[in-house]
């Protein structure tokens, strides 16, 4: 059984270094295939990158950024040119419960496992609460864990696009396959402002992620109270009289441009 961990990156090296030290603490993390898929990042480069993954079987920057989806489409695209057997598709944002790899290994005979149960996305039923696993309609790509023979159907029938994961998740359940999720979280979300979180609005993160190291707990309160700071900001910039102002005329262009264009 080989198994790869997909890591895509862009920019954010705070946040790689974190990522980066998390992971090395989980159990068995040799036995993985280590594989970075930079999306041409320019804060960063093919150097910072290897220093925080030393021991990365392969590591490749893109000819051009091909934002979150499409580098994701095309690292399918690529570990299906692999002789590895699994992927999990991991964001730089991303902490690992060190026993993540083992939870995996007693459920690997499931055709796809997200390892993340995130609050965005509902559960399937209510289930048990001592049962392990759950299922949703929909499942996020980071933390999720495919069998080879899932990426090639999603690369042979759903073309990338800007909901990709929504895409995939759509097709999976209309095949039969079920979209199983940890009811546990074995990987926490960490990024504030990215491509699920706002700073503000929205705040994508696990349900049920026990840290289970030190490393893992700094990062925890760290992401929480910088969270709450962002979104008491957010809060406070919305009443705000000037970017109310701006709103408005902001709202008024996008209406007369509407009207013009009837």
Same mark, same amino acid.
């Given at each position: 059984?080989?198994?790869?961990?997909?890591? $895509? $990156?862009?920019?954010?090296?705070?946040?790689?270094?974190?990522?980066?030290?998390?992971?090395?603490?989980?159990?068995?993390?040799?036995?993985?295939?280590?594989?970075?898929?930079?999306?041409?990042?320019?804060? *960063?480069?093919?150097?910072?990158?290897?220093?925080?993954?030393?021991?990365?079987?392969?590591?490749?920057?893109?000819?051009?950024?091909?934002?979150?989806?499409?580098?994701?489409?095309?690292?399918?695209?690529?570990?299906?040119? $692999?002789?590895?057997?699994?992927?999990?598709?991991?964001?730089?944002?991303?902490?690992?419960?060190?026993?993540?790899?083992?939870?995996?290994?007693?459920?690997?005979?499931?055709?796809?496992?997200?390892?993340?149960?995130?609050?965005?996305?509902?559960? *399937?039923? @209510?289930? /048990?609460?001592?049962?392990?696993?759950?299922?949703?309609?929909?499942?996020?790509?980071?933390?999720?864990?495919?069998?080879?023979?899932? @990426?090639?159907?999603? =690369?042979?029938? +759903?073309?990338?696009?800007?909901?990709?994961?929504?895409?995939?998740?759509?097709?999976? =359940?209309?095949?039969?396959?079920?979209?199983? +999720?940890?009811?546990?979280?074995?990987?926490?979300? =960490?990024?504030? @402002?990215?491509?699920?979180?706002?700073?503000? $609005?929205?705040?994508?993160?696990?349900?049920?992620?026990?840290?289970?190291?030190?490393?893992?707990?700094?990062?925890?309160?760290?992401?929480?109270?910088?969270?709450? =700071?962002?979104?008491?900001?957010?809060?406070?910039?919305?009443?705000?009289?000037?970017?109310?102002?701006? /709103?408005?005329?902001?709202?008024?262009?996008?209406?007369?441009?509407?009207?013009?264009?009837?």
């Amino acid at each position: 059984m080989k198994f790869c961990i997909g890591i $895509t $990156t862009y920019n954010r090296l705070d946040l790689i270094k974190r990522m980066s030290s998390s992971l090395n603490a989980s159990n068995d993390i040799e036995s993985c295939n280590i594989r970075i898929y930079d999306d041409k990042s320019f804060e *960063i480069n093919v150097n910072d990158i290897r220093k925080e993954f030393p021991n990365a079987k392969e590591i490749i920057v893109r000819n051009k950024n091909l934002g979150a989806d499409k580098n994701m489409y095309q690292m399918f695209v690529d570990f299906l040119q $692999t002789d590895d057997d699994y992927l999990l598709v991991a964001d730089s944002d991303l902490i690992f419960h060190p026993d993540w790899f083992l939870f995996f290994k007693r459920h690997s005979n499931l055709d796809i496992l997200s390892l993340y149960n995130s609050v965005s996305h509902e559960q *399937i039923g @209510v289930g /048990k609460k001592e049962e392990e696993i759950i299922t949703k309609r929909h499942v996020g790509a980071a933390g999720t864990i495919f069998k080879k023979h899932i @990426v090639k159907k999603i =690369i042979d029938n +759903v073309p990338p696009s800007r909901s990709y994961d929504w895409d995939w998740s759509n097709y999976l =359940i209309k095949e039969g396959f079920e979209l199983n +999720v940890s009811r546990n979280s074995y990987v926490q979300h =960490i990024g504030i @402002v990215g491509t699920n979180n706002d700073g503000g $609005t929205i705040l994508d993160f696990g349900l049920n992620f026990f840290p289970g190291n030190k490393i893992n707990e700094d990062y925890l309160i760290d992401f929480f109270q910088n969270a709450l =700071i962002s979104k008491d900001k957010f809060i406070k910039n919305s009443y705000s009289p000037k970017i109310f102002i701006r /709103k408005v005329r902001s709202a008024i262009k996008i209406l007369k441009w509407k009207i013009n264009n009837i």
